[in-house]
């Protein structure tokens, strides 16, 4: 394959989601997961990922045409009359062109095809064996950098819970009223050697991030915005690690915001460890909401600016 990653690359995204549960867990009654000791929200690097893997297959044609694929998303099967969901096992034969096709030749069929495989990794459960692929791009658990509180919202449903009832059951939902979410990513380029995954998978990955993040329009997810996207590449195998840890927020009461306008995020520490590394730096490229304000050492700043200086 050609155009493979060749530059280790560190990723900062943050997203603003607001009155909404950015993800629920499901052993708990589908409450934002949440990490009880510091009132911050927690979310998923799963969630995120399939956060990517629904834009690339709704927007980017990634959806079985022309050898475009989602590999990990729900396929279906008919046997007689009656329709299944289809296990991993039957996912991955669906990428097999003949039943004496060898195992490294099915696993380059599903690489090519699927930019998920190439870009995520992932368990490829095949015939008589499977195959483990680490995948480059990798996410820690997001968290909020703010705190937080979970609220809960009563209504009345538009059927009854059984027959014989004289009124609609009641719903309880549970919801953020507002949160700053922070994810830490890493593109390894050793493990993308592997897995094949090349330039124009990350130029994908960067665009589902942001784009896949701003579309995720359902009932629960409305009201989730982009708000930053920080890419750095590196000069060699390197990464400073932990940029969302030092981003700080300014306000006067984190648990009363309700938008961009209630603080500042104060990215003096970010700014200092990445001067102190700017030789390892190759290049920053940075997306930014324009509602979002900026602080360093307590002056108001245009963060492009900033970076700018550092390149």
């Given at each position: 394959?050609?155009?493979?990653i ?9 997203y603003?989601i ?5 993800n629920?867990?499901?052993?708990n009654?589908?409450r934002?997961r ?18 990517i ?11 079985g045409?022309?050898?475009k694929?989602?590999?990990?998303r ?9 329709e299944?969901?289809?296990?991993g ?6 990428f097999k062109k003949?039943?004496d ?5 099915h ?18 459960p095949?015939d ?5 692929l ?12 703010n705190?937080?509180?979970v ?5 009345t449903g ?6 014989k009832?004289?009124?609609?059951a009641f ?6 009223p507002?949160?700053i ?7 390894n380029?050793?493990?993308a050697?592997y ?5 124009a998978?990350?130029?994908l ?5 942001w784009?896949?993040?701003?579309n995720l329009?359902s009932?629960?997810?409305?009201g989730q915005?982009?708000?930053l996207?920080?890419s750095?590449d ?20 984190e648990?009363?915001?309700r938008s961009?306008?209630?603080?500042k995020?104060?990215?003096?520490q970010?700014?200092d ?9 190759d ?7 324009d509602?979002l304000?900026?602080?360093?050492e307590?002056?108001?700043i245009?963060?492009?600016?900033k970076l700018?200086?550092?390149?």
């Amino acid at each position: 394959m050609e155009n493979i990653i060749q530059k280790r690359t560190e990723l900062l995204f943050l997203y603003e989601i607001e009155n909404a549960n950015p993800n629920g867990d499901p052993l708990n009654e589908n409450r934002p997961r949440f990490d009880a000791e510091d009132s911050r929200a927690i979310v998923s690097d799963v969630r995120l990922k399939r956060t990517i893997r629904d834009y690339w297959f709704e927007y980017k044609g990634f959806n079985g045409s022309e050898d475009k694929d989602i590999f990990i998303r729900e396929t279906k099967y008919t046997d007689g009359d009656k329709e299944y969901i289809a296990s991993g096992k039957r996912r991955a034969a669906d990428f097999k062109k003949d039943k004496d096709v060898s195992k490294e030749e099915h696993t380059k069929n599903i690489l090519e095809r699927c930019i998920d495989i190439r870009v995520f990794g992932g368990v490829l459960p095949l015939d008589k064996d499977s195959i483990t692929l680490t995948g480059p791009t990798q996410f820690q658990m997001g968290k909020s950098i703010n705190r937080t509180e979970v609220i809960e919202e009563q209504g009345t449903g538009a059927f009854a819970s059984s027959d014989k009832k004289g009124q609609a059951a009641f719903r309880i939902e549970y919801k953020l009223p507002y949160a700053i979410i922070g994810f830490n990513g890493i593109i390894n380029e050793k493990a993308a050697t592997y897995s094949g995954m090349k330039e124009a998978d990350k130029t994908l990955l960067l665009e589902g991030i942001w784009q896949g993040t701003k579309n995720l329009i359902s009932r629960s997810k409305f009201g989730q915005m982009p708000l930053l996207l920080l890419s750095i590449d590196y000069k060699e195998p390197f990464y400073i690690g932990n940029l969302r840890q030092r981003l700080k927020l300014d306000c006067s009461n984190e648990l009363k915001i309700r938008s961009t306008e209630d603080y500042k995020i104060d990215v003096t520490q970010l700014l200092d460890t990445l001067s102190a590394n700017k030789e390892k730096i190759d290049a920053i490229t940075v997306k930014v909401d324009d509602r979002l304000q900026f602080i360093y050492e307590g002056k108001a700043i245009n963060l492009k600016s900033k970076l700018n200086e550092i390149t």
